[in-house]
Structure formats: C-alpha cells, structure tokens
C-alpha cells in the first residue's frame, strides 16, 4: 500500500521550460513534505519542503504547491536546466510520526539541451 | 562542516550471513535514520536513532538492529542475510529527533550498496 505515489517514472523537458513533478499521498496525517534530488552514486539531497499550513513555496527556480483538499502535490522547475537531470523523490510526515518520512518510488527528470 | 558519511561504499555478502554497515553524521545532528532503497523505489525507513536509543521503527523484522554511539556515529546490523536485502542502505542525519509539530530536513550519505548472493 504506497502512501506516496509519483505516478510518472521518468519526465523529458526541453531545456529552458518548465518542469512538473507531481506526488500524490493517501494519509490525511500527513502535514509536512519535501521534495528530495538524487544524482547516480550520491544520497538524496534536500530540495525544497512545505508545511501543510502553506499551499506555496518557493526557492529560487523551485516552487512546490500543495493542494491538501486533493492529496496532491507538485514540484514545478522554471526555468529547467541540463544540471536539473536526477531522480526526483517526494517525502512526506506527520508530526506524530517523527523523523518517519515516506518516500515516493521517485520521477526520472531529462534536461535536454 | 562535514557531510554524512557512509561505509563501506560496497559490499557482497551471501545468503545467511551477518553485515554491518556505518554511518558518521554530519556535525551538530545527534539523531540519525537508516533507510532500504530497492532498485527503482523510494527509500524506506528503517528505524531511527537519537541519543543512543532507537527513536521509531518502520516495517522491518528484528534481524534488522542498530546502534548509536555517543559521538552520534551509528551502525545498522543485518543477521541471516536475504536475497532481498540486496538494496543500498542510506543514512540520514537531522538536528534533531522529531517533535511534535517540528520535522527536521534530514541529509543523507551517499549510501553502501549490498548484495546478497
């Protein structure tokens, strides 16, 4: 039963546009998220995160909306650069949980030049 | 400052044997978190650690252990090793265990990749 469901693997974006990334949750508990980025042989690294009390944040060329009515979530990339290629995970907790975060089985970004 | 790190970077072990693999977290975090990515899915959560105790578990039988020491360095143990263990083992750290209403980004080590033959 996946909590977290990145339902697209793999996204190819032409560069200079924009990139969407969307994630999907199934917990109403849920009430924080991130997005994380993982080149080939390195851990995740932190991207961005939102609190459930926000429906917006922004950094830099990423902003990550959330929509918690619809469970969903997405990761928006403007404008998308050849460096911008990785896998992209989305997380996400609940304060009750801890430090318990549940990642999505990830989205593959292609940043063609 | 320096980052998580993990090690060893690989390892092969074969079916019914024990591993131990570590992790230094990155200076000023004293909590870490060990995960199981599989190929092609998102990292799961092992258990974590804060102040030498286990601090939270995920889904994982009890030949999955750990331990924390009091420089907040921590090891994850696997005993009679599966052919499903094969996966790389990320550590995370944070600056602190979460609370309620307060969760911590956690950053990750570059991982140790096991197989399981």
């Known amino acids: 039963d996946q909590q977290v469901k990145q339902n697209s693997p793999s996204l190819s974006v032409q560069e200079g546009r924009i990139s969407i990334l969307n994630c999907d949750y199934t917990?109403?508990?849920?009430?924080?998220f991130l997005w994380y980025k993982k080149y080939p042989a390195e851990g995740p690294t932190f991207l961005i995160s939102i609190s459930s009390i926000k429906d917006k944040n922004e950094d830099g060329r990423f902003t990550v909306f959330l929509n918690k009515s619809a469970k969903h979530l997405s990761l928006h990339i403007v404008p998308s650069q050849p460096g911008d290629s990785a896998v992209y995970f989305c997380?996400?907790?609940?304060?009750?949980?801890?430090?318990?975060?549940?990642f999505g089985p990830g989205t593959r970004l292609s940043v063609l030049p | 400052e320096t980052g998580v790190t993990q090690s060893p970077t690989h390892l092969i072990k074969t079916r019914g044997q024990q591993v131990t693999l570590r992790c230094s977290s990155q200076s000023g975090h004293n909590t870490v978190s060990w995960y199981q990515q599989a190929l092609g899915q998102g990292p799961q959560f092992i258990f974590q650690?804060?102040?030498?105790?286990?601090?939270g578990r995920g889904n994982f039988p009890p030949r999955f252990s750990g331990l924390q020491f009091p420089n907040y360095s921590s090891e994850l143990n696997v005993n009679a090793l599966e052919l499903d263990d094969s996966a790389l083992y990320l550590c995370a750290s944070s600056p602190r265990p979460g609370l309620a209403g307060v969760t911590d980004t956690q950053y990750f080590g570059p991982g140790t990749r096991l197989t399981v033959l």
């Open positions: 650690y804060y102040r030498e105790e286990e601090n």
């Open positions: 917990n109403s508990m849920f009430d924080y």
């Open positions: 997380a996400a907790s609940a304060a009750n949980y801890g430090q318990n975060f549940v």
